[in-house]
């Protein structure tokens, strides 16, 4: 079995946006990088599939010079290789889908795995767009995942609850909080990885879709007020000012 | 044209795709052009409803093949809809339906998507969209390039609006199956309580609840004002039993309602950023310097096991969400 991993390189959860002096990208000044979160959970499932069932696991990162970071740690957590597809600017998700696209093509990938949203950009759109391209079955918030003869079942978070979906192999599974625990990288793995070399490839040229034109930050809120009196009185309060001031009620 | 794809629940439109359609409306007046709305299922009665909401064509494609929803046939009837009439924008409610089928549709017809927006106009006779990113720490001006635009839209943002359309109808043949995957089961559907990404208002705990058990007074609450009850991370991570889906915040649920009450959290950074898109926020919390106070519009100080029965209470004596 051969499986496929995208992973995304995103900015700190932390991290205080500042709107560069283009006005429509993030200010990259004092952003930690990170790892997308949930490309971990992708990433982890990987790693255990291949624990339980024997497969090759290929990390993959669309991106510049420093997502190597992303694709270091990957291969120290227990991927066989990993990919770099270099290019420049900031391409929306039916780009970089259609630059995995022309990778994965004819490597007889099995599965591939995904994040269900990139930290920050919020898409959730990449995984179901490659799945589209690569004319495979797709599976988004995935919280559980067994895999049969050339089959998956999984279980995705939906409103209220969760629905079991199944359908065949090659497909595109998107990782939810939730599909597991992801361990932390050990020593070991590590020293191993600083063996290992990420393959460097200029990612197919690909027109996007959509582009950011402006990115602004949210209107400050209003000042708040506060509530005095003892807790029935703060209650009562709190009840009047919504249903009076706010009409919430 | 302009295409909403709108989802059918117990016969009924679903509420985040009134409002789609209801947006849609604005922007097809906007453009001059029609507004045509889809409909996918084993039966699509209830889909005149649409008409209500400005549709003047209303789609259906019906048949047992289209029981359970399946991504690939889902987005091929979307995607073919789109061709087969010239629509130029399409639009569907960003529910767990709409995110999983709109961006395959999407790669299909060659187009650009923007997702959970909470904007929309007609620029130039194209779609622009503004949409949180950062998680709501920014919001991202989204322009397109491609001749085609999708969009889904954030549930409790665009108000449903009635407007009467013309609601022609036109059946449309389903797909003949053999798809690529399919929902065979769905699980665990909570009764009658709406969705977090759905609710008007949220009444949220955190580590200050102490125990999950205690989050009985939340439900309490919640029950008496009308509300669903939400988490953060610290409370759904201490073992609790609180689900995932419970968790309100940068890496849980992203929610929009009018009003939301947070009780015993503190206001970390990843947590604002799931809920600053809420119209209102009470925060109660006992510790008068909380982070949270600041993007709170009504604050109370004091120790939540005491507030949260007066609460209660209170809106119980006020007849408070029997509207
Ligand atoms: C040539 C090029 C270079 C880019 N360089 C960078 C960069 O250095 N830093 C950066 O933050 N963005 C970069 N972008 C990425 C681009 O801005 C975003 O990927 C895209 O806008 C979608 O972001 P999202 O988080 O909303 O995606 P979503 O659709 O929410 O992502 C869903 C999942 O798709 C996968 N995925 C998404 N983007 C990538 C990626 N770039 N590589 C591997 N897997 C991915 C992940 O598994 C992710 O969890 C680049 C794009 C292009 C075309
Ligand atoms: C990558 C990453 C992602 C994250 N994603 C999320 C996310 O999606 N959602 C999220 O919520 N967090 C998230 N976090 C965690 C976040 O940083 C905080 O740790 C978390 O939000 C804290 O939860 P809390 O406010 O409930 O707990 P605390 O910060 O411990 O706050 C508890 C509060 O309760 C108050 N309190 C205690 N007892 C009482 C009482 N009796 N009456 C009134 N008040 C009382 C205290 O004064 C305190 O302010 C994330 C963190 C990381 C690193």
Redesign the pocket.
């Known amino acids: 079995m051969k499986i496929l991993v995208a992973l995304k390189q995103v900015p700190d959860?932390e991290t205080k946006i500042k709107v560069a002096a283009d006005g429509r990208s993030l200010d990259p000044a004092d952003v930690k990088w990170i790892t997308s979160?949930y490309d971990e959970y992708a990433l982890e499932e990987a790693i255990r599939i291949k624990e339980a069932k024997g497969a090759e696991v290929v990390a993959l990162s669309v991106g510049g010079d420093s997502t190597k970071e992303v694709l270091k740690n990957a291969l120290a957590l227990g991927a066989d290789s990993a990919v770099l597809l270099k290019g420049d600017g900031q391409g929306d998700a039916y780009q970089v889908a259609q630059m995995i696209a022309a990778y994965v093509k004819d490597k007889g990938f099995d599965l591939i795995l995904c994040g269900n949203k990139g930290l920050g950009g919020d898409n959730a759109a990449m995984g179901p767009m490659l799945a589209e391209l690569l004319n495979v079955a797709q599976a988004n918030v995935i919280v559980k995942l067994e895999l049969g003869e050339g089959t998956f079942k999984a279980e995705r978070e939906i409103e209220g609850g969760s629905e079991i979906v199944e359908g065949a192999l090659p497909a595109v599974i998107t990782a939810q909080k939730g599909l597991n625990e992801p361990r932390y990288a050990s020593l070991k793995g590590i020293m191993a990885a600083k063996k290992k070399t990420i393959e460097e490839l200029d990612a197919t040229p690909a027109t996007s879709g959509a582009q950011v034109s402006a990115l602004a930050l949210p209107p400050e809120r209003p000042a708040g007020r506060k509530l005095e009196g003892d807790a029935a009185a703060q209650a009562q309060a709190l009840l009047q000012a919504l249903k009076d001031e706010a009409k919430v009620f | 044209m302009i295409l909403v794809f709108c989802e059918l629940k117990d016969g009924q439109i679903r509420k985040p795709s009134t409002e789609a359609l209801s947006e849609g409306r604005r922007l097809a007046d906007a453009a001059g052009k029609q507004l045509g709305a889809l409909f996918a299922g084993a039966s699509c009665a209830g889909a005149a409803e649409a008409a209500k909401f400005g549709a003047d064509v209303i789609f259906t494609a019906e048949g047992p093949t289209l029981a359970s929803y399946s991504s690939d046939a889902f987005a091929t009837l979307m995607a073919d809809t789109v061709k087969a009439k010239g629509a130029t924008v399409l639009l569907a409610a960003a529910t767990a339906v709409g995110k999983d089928v709109a961006p395959r549709a999407a790669a299909r017809l060659g187009a650009g998507y923007a997702s959970d927006v909470t904007a929309l106009s007609i620029v130039d006779g194209k779609l622009q969209a503004v949409r949180p990113v950062y998680a709501g720490k920014a919001f991202a001006t989204t322009t397109f390039s491609s001749a085609i635009q999708v969009a889904t839209t954030r549930p409790n943002v665009f108000p449903a609006a009635e407007k009467a359309g013309a609601g022609a109808t036109e059946v449309l043949p389903a797909p003949a199956g053999d798809f690529k995957s399919v929902v065979k089961e769905i699980l665990a559907k909570a009764s009658g309580k709406v969705d977090l990404s759905e609710a008007n208002v949220i009444v949220s705990g955190?580590?200050?609840m102490?125990d999950g058990a205690n989050f009985k007074i939340l439900e309490e609450l919640a029950d008496a004002i009308g509300g669903v009850v939400g988490a953060?991370?610290?409370?759904v991570d201490a073992g609790w039993g609180l689900p995932h889906s419970m968790?309100?915040?940068?890496?849980?649920k992203v929610v929009s309602p009018t009003l939301y009450i947070a009780?015993?959290?503190?206001?970390?950074?990843?947590?604002i950023?799931?809920m600053s898109g809420s119209k209102f926020v009470v925060a109660?919390?006992?510790?008068p310097e909380?982070p949270?106070f600041k993007l709170a519009n009504y604050g109370i100080v004091?120790?939540?096991?005491e507030v949260v029965p007066e609460l209660t209470k209170a809106a119980k004596a006020l007849g408070i969400g029997s509207n």
Do not use: E, W, Y
Request: proline fraction near 3%; charged fraction near 15%; include cysteine.
């Open positions: 959860t979160p | 955190g580590r200050g102490k953060s991370r610290a409370a968790q309100v915040g940068q890496t849980g009780c015993g959290i503190s206001g970390a950074i990843q947590h950023a799931g109660i919390n006992k510790d909380a949270i004091g120790d939540l096991f």
